[in-house]
């Protein structure tokens, strides 16, 4: 009788301790998928019109993550104007390749790429261009916070201009309103190049038309969402500028298309941000 309780206690025992492996948690998840996902943060778009401008070029403060994000930014000004960006905490910023000149513009204008990696950040987080060449002159710089990302997996540049059909129908429709007075609208549809990428990422895109226009349009594609633009220009003009963000779960090849009115060239880039487990 005794043995028998003694089997019995051991046998409660056992299923109690069945029941707290069971209400344990698992082991912990690796580091890449317990990290947040790459996404959208802080952002602004820094501009000066021409002759309204000061340097250094300063852009409104923002609120950003303290630590764990990195920051983009793009400068499109006149080529003396050849500075990098730096941020009020004092973070290291890496160019991106070399410079990109306008066309048509006798090589008076550039644009350049700029990205920080595993940032400090924080509240009243600015970003600032000196301007040696031409302190008054005309400048636009997206400032973007990638939260949750310390790689740039990926980056595509290229300059598409009209092709010559469009640019065929583009005089064409030029003539007409000499001829006529009345104006027919012209398009065009810019694809940028293509970014791959190994899991969740961030995908920013930005645009930077060529026209000699103030009014103007550009429409993303793709599932890409407009967040920042400078595309109603004022008579004594800008630089144009539209930035666009979509948000990959997957691995993948990705690019954008812009749709733009009137018809213009435009500088493109897209880049696309991840977490890489360190």
Avoid at 13 to 26: E, I, K, N, S, T
Avoid at 145 to 173: C, H, M, W
Avoid at 194 to 219: E, F, I, S, Y
Wanted: net charge positive; hydrophobic share 40%.
């Amino acid at each position: 009788m005794h043995a028998c309780r003694e089997c019995f206690s051991a046998g409660r025992l056992a299923a109690r301790l069945a029941l707290l492996v069971m209400l344990m948690p698992g082991p912990p998840a690796d580091a890449a998928s317990a990290a947040p996902a790459p996404a959208l943060g802080a952002h602004v778009l820094l501009v000066q019109t021409e002759g309204k401008g000061t340097s250094p070029a300063v852009s409104q403060p923002l609120t950003t993550q303290a630590s764990g994000s990195s920051l983009l930014a793009l400068v499109s000004s006149y080529a003396s104007n050849p500075d990098g960006p730096t941020d009020s905490y004092a973070n290291h910023w890496t160019p991106l390749g070399g410079s990109v000149v306008y066309r048509n513009y006798e090589g008076r204008f550039d644009a350049r790429a700029y990205v920080a990696l595993s940032v400090k950040g924080g509240p009243g987080h600015t970003i600032s261009v000196v301007k040696p060449g031409r302190p008054a002159g005309e400048i636009s710089v997206p400032f973007i916070e990638i939260t949750g990302a310390n790689q740039l997996q990926d980056v595509a540049r290229n300059y598409p201009g009209l092709s010559l059909a469009e640019r065929a129908l583009n005089k064409f429709k030029r003539g007409w309103r000499k001829l006529t007075g009345v104006a027919l609208g012209t398009s065009t549809v810019l694809t940028s190049g293509a970014v791959t990428t190994t899991g969740p990422a961030t995908l920013v895109a930005v645009w930077w038309g060529d026209g000699r226009v103030l009014k103007m349009t550009a429409t993303p594609g793709d599932g890409f969402k407009l967040i920042d633009s400078f595309l109603d220009l004022p008579p004594n003009s800008g630089v144009q500028c539209a930035v666009a963000v979509k948000q990959v779960a997957v691995a993948g090849t990705y690019k954008v298309s812009w749709s733009g009115t009137p018809a213009q060239g435009a500088i493109l880039w897209l880049f696309a941000f991840q977490h890489q487990a360190r």
